[in-house]
């Protein structure tokens, strides 16, 4: 049986309303709003595939950057999505770049500090 090596991610964020703003604006998506014990606002995911990720809000953990990054699946809209980066309250680290015959990435720092890549075929 096959896995995959990532089945769920959390963003931390310090500001909840901020950085689930932030994603649904660069991403032209809604987010799922969730969790009893904490904040939490799921991005869109077919849950067959199993793999998921949210923004999350809770006591002990914080934004930033220097840990690990997520690659968020923009197939198709790399450079949109690039392009509402900075108007929605983050900054571009990295502009497209090619990797080859696995697509294309941008890096940018999001609403909250976190280093978060982004990931097309296109």
Request: charged fraction near 20%; aromatic fraction near 10%.
């Amino acid at each position: 049986m096959k896995t995959n090596a990532v089945n769920w991610f959390e963003i931390y964020s310090s500001d909840f309303k901020r950085a689930v703003s932030f994603y649904e604006t660069i991403l032209k998506t809604k987010l799922q709003s969730c969790g009893e014990t904490m904040k939490m606002a799921m991005f869109p995911f077919d849950m067959e595939k199993g793999i998921g990720g949210a923004i999350t809000q809770m006591d002990g953990y914080s934004p930033g950057a220097g840990g690990t990054i997520v690659y968020l699946n923009v197939e198709g809209d790399l450079d949109g999505v690039l392009s509402r980066v900075t108007g929605a309250g983050g900054s571009v680290i990295k502009p497209r770049m090619g990797i080859g015959e696995h697509g294309f990435i941008g890096i940018i720092k999001d609403s909250e500090g976190n280093v978060v890549g982004l990931h097309s075929m296109k």
